[in-house]
């Protein structure tokens, strides 16, 4: 299966203050089609995951155009341009290239 | 605005069947071809995708768990659901199901999730 590692494991940031996270995949997430199926997600506190951003850098309907993905083949990147308070949660990514999906181990990012 | 609820018990014995239901509101099940997943989220694994049906019937499990999990849809209800046959303490955790992406699996709705704890 496809691992997927996330970095940093936690991040302490101040109210408006750029944060970045990376997920590197054991593998290449471009499929044929064209398309690599990289997401991002967000678990707040007692909350379910909500996507922000699917197939690398799309954000999903709602979300604030201060989070940002990028990246290719292994490499990907999640930026928020500004942190904000209600950012507080543990965000992951997650691969559905290949069968099982699989997520990342997550990054918990609290505010200073 | 799709909605999805996560119902059945929230505890089951050791060696026993965990079973439980989403029941998805807001739209048809049949609509659209979407990909219906179920996954669990523990504190020592982390989220972990469980399987995915499609409203044919089609299944796809994670070879972790193959052996021990069926999922079933109920277009008539809008409902599908999920069973784990010979739980251990390892099964305890909360349980989510989605929507996928059309195209895709990957989560675009999800359930608020229901705790499952496995004791005797």
């Known amino acids: 299966e496809i691992v997927l590692t996330q970095t940093p494991s936690s991040l302490s940031v101040t109210p408006g203050q750029p944060a970045s996270i990376s997920c590197k995949s054991s593998q290449s997430l471009l499929h044929s089609d064209g398309n690599t199926y990289l997401y991002w997600y967000l678990q707040k506190p007692g909350q379910p995951p909500q996507l922000l951003i699917y197939?690398?850098?799309n954000r999903f309907s709602g979300v604030p155009d201060r989070f940002s993905g990028s990246g290719s083949g292994t490499d990907f990147t999640l930026r928020i341009s500004r942190v904000e308070a209600e950012d507080v949660g543990v965000y992951y990514c997650?691969?559905?290239?290949?069968?099982?999906?699989?997520f990342g181990g997550g990054t918990m990012v609290d505010i200073k | 605005q799709v909605q999805l609820q996560e119902s059945g018990p929230g505890l089951v014995k050791p060696s026993q069947t965990l079973s439980l239901t989403c029941t998805v509101s807001?739209?048809?099940?049949?609509?659209?071809?979407?990909?219906w997943s179920w996954l669990r989220q523990s504190a020592g694994m982390g989220l972990e995708w469980i399987g995915r049906?499609?409203?044919?019937?089609?299944?796809n499990y994670n070879p972790s768990l193959q052996s021990r999990v069926t999922m079933s849809v109920d277009t008539s209800k809008n409902q599908f659901s999920l069973k784990l046959t010979s739980v251990t303490a390892a099964d305890t955790a909360v349980y989510y199901c989605?929507?996928?992406?059309?195209?895709?699996?990957?989560?675009?709705?999800w359930g608020q999730g229901t705790l499952v704890t496995v004791s005797s």
């Open positions: 197939e690398i850098s």
């Open positions: 049906i499609f409203t044919s019937g089609i299944t």
């Open positions: 807001g739209d048809s099940l049949i609509s659209g071809g979407y990909k």
């Open positions: 997650l691969q559905s290239l290949a069968l099982p999906l699989t």
């Open positions: 989605t929507r996928g992406r059309p195209g895709a699996t990957a989560g675009e709705y």
